[in-house]
């Protein structure tokens, strides 16, 4: 049970984040919201990195499980998700961009 509701808890902490970036309110993010939630991310993991459009195309193209060029909030959760369980975690993460002082 505890199970559940930790997720359900990360789910919606994870909610009010996204948001805070999707600007017209349309339960999807564009490009422009999407590099905006990206690059804050690299700030506050402190990752001297900003993604450009290109990037951000190339990564949309990942997290877009539909097809409908826009990014769910079921999509960037669970891309988020997963990310953390495959690089272990926020510092795991900030490696792989070059930074190894983040903590998890």
Not at 37 to 50: A, G, M, R, S, T
Not at 52 to 73: A, C, H, P, R
Not at 87 to 95: H, L, M, V
């Amino acid at each position: 049970m505890f199970g559940k509701v930790k997720d359900f808890l990360v789910q919606r902490a994870f909610g009010l984040a996204f948001s805070r970036y999707d600007l017209d309110h349309n339960s999807a993010l564009n490009p422009d919201e999407l590099t905006s939630l990206i690059n804050d991310v690299f700030q506050l993991l402190k990752i001297p990195k900003k993604v450009s459009y290109f990037e951000v195309g190339i990564i949309g193209k990942m997290l877009d499980i539909d097809g409908d060029s826009q990014i769910s909030q079921e999509e960037c959760y669970q891309a988020c998700k997963g990310a953390l369980a495959k690089f272990g975690g926020i510092g795991g993460i900030a490696t792989l961009f070059g930074k190894t002082g983040a903590s998890s």
